[in-house]
């Protein structure tokens, strides 16, 4: 074999190594996350859990703030096939409302991508994580968009998919915390007014 090749081989090795540890961290970070809440996640713990010391997890990722986008970026496109495949059955404004169910089922019980947004710097920066959390969050809206029956192709079809990933984000959280029963109202009172407000607006 020639030494190419064996460099070649030998990078493709250290390429799939490297993966597999960075997997092998999410699914400890993924476990901390569950257990303790993504807003207390810490490196130490995330180390502890999955058999490392915590430098070696910086080789991985920058600190905590981008390991919360890596793990909401992949609950990100979780909440994309979830709403896709709920809309899939439909037709009209039942598009929406499925979609958003679907949507405030996974963001009811999931914090990553809540806890995601206090970790993302408050200028756009250009770091890997935060362009694929951003790419993820756009393939979303455009699901959202979609089962809306909406083609986002102006500014004011960009703010009422806005409006609509607020009120579901806003939905969750209140359901979460208790706070949307004990305001009285349930959250398919509330999915009924967003497909009434914007499914297949003209």
Known sequence: MSQPATAIKRSERRAREH???????????????????????SLRGVA????????????????????????????????????????????????????SGAAL????????????????????GTSDAERLFNGRLIAALKVLSEAAGQTADSREAHCDVLLMAATLSGLALLARSGRLEALGFSTDEILDRLGARFANKP
């Open 105 to 124: 089922s996974l963001l009811r019980t999931t914090e990553t991508i809540a806890a995601a947004y206090a970790a993302l710097p408050a200028n756009a």
């Open 19 to 41: 993966n597999a540890t960075r997997a092998a961290i999410l699914e400890a970070a993924r476990r901390v996350a569950a257990r303790e809440g993504a807003r207390e996640l």
């Open 48 to 99: 502890a859990e999955a058999g490392f010391a915590p430098a070696a997890l910086y080789g991985y990722f920058a600190g905590k703030d981008e390991l919360l986008l890596a793990l909401a970026s992949d609950d990100l496109s979780s909440l994309s096939r979830a709403m896709r495949g709920a809309a899939a059955g439909c037709d009209g404004k039942g598009k929406l409302a499925a979609a």
